[in-house]
């Protein structure tokens, strides 16, 4: 029979198993998937193609490690990015093809084409049940699990998902519990690492692209910005920026989503109308601040965001890249 699967929230898709389902034509099958109509999310395991692409790449991540839990033999613990699917911990980068799990060295078995094993000591680990006997590692754990391995760019930006203090029902963690994790335990690969990224986190930062951008400013020697700065303007308009540097009083957007924040932003509006809002708050920002910027995640490299800051006027202690 066909499983509803919570990806989310408002996410469900319905999973159908050959195993459970008698009498499929392979034959259209095949055309199915060829065509993009039916997407196989597993050996056997098959969802519908457009539910499938409604889902964020974090969800659909989901589906295939509740489809590799299922049909495990034993208890599993679900670890690293697996883990990160299930607490919606956003990363940077593209979601893995394999699914972690974490199991003692004792039990043996190994990394497959589908499944990535970590060897380690259950025992040790910060874990809460997932279902059936089966468990997951906190919230804490995950976050200190992948800022040991990840470089440090996308470390940060898995620490700052996890701290994200304005997240739906609160903070997944804390820094100091993150902290308190990493020193309770014995030395590890990636201490160091880790440590970086967890200095570095910022409990504001909205999604890894935010994380990505802070990071990169000061690569290039900007000043820290200020995050999620609000202000209310003269026409009485109440506005949200990503980024903000108080001594060169500079203003700064990713992709302009501080719109979407402000209380006067609805849905179903006219996208033209909509664009020419965004202008008049724009424009209303700039005669308020010295200094205005606004960048795209495509812009998020060196050259780019370096010739982006200090051509609207944000000095940098470094020179151009």
Known sequence: ?????????????????????????????????????????????????????????????????????????GAVVSSHFA?????????????????????????????????????????????????GDHQITTATQTALDLARILPFTNGVAVIDQAIWIDRPGGALTTRDEILQLLDSGPPHRGDARARRAIAFAQPLAANVRESQSRVLIAQL????????????????????????????????????RGKYRSPEFGHHRDPAEIVID???????????????????????????LYDILTGDGLPSRLPRP
Do not use: C
């Open 221 to 256: 020697g900007f000043p820290a910005p200020r995050l999620q700065e609000h202000r209310v303007l003269r026409s009485g308009r109440v506005v949200y920026g990503d980024f903000y540097f108080p001594a060169h009083d500079h203003w700064a957007e990713l992709d302009g």
């Open 1 to 73: 029979m066909a499983t509803p699967l919570h990806a989310h929230a408002d996410a469900e898709i319905r999973v159908v198993r050959r195993r459970e389902r008698e009498g499929i034509d392979d034959r259209r099958l095949r055309r199915q998937l060829e065509s993009g109509s039916v997407v196989r999310v597993w050996p056997g395991a098959f969802v519908s193609g457009p539910d499938w692409r409604r889902l964020s790449p974090m969800d659909q991540h989901r589906v295939r490690v509740e489809e590799a839990i299922r049909r495990a033999r």
């Open 278 to 304: 965004e202008k008049n708050r724009e424009n209303e920002i700039r005669r308020e601040v010295r200094g205005f910027s606004r960048w795209e995640p495509s812009d998020l490299t060196a050259r780019r």
């Open 83 to 131: 883990a990160a699917a299930h607490h919606r911990i956003d990363i940077l980068g593209g979601w893995p093809s394999r699914v972690d799990v974490s199991r003692s060295p004792a039990s043996g078995g190994r990394s497959s084409g589908l499944i990535r094993r970590h060897a380690r000591e259950i025992e040790r680990l910060s874990l809460e049940p997932l279902w």
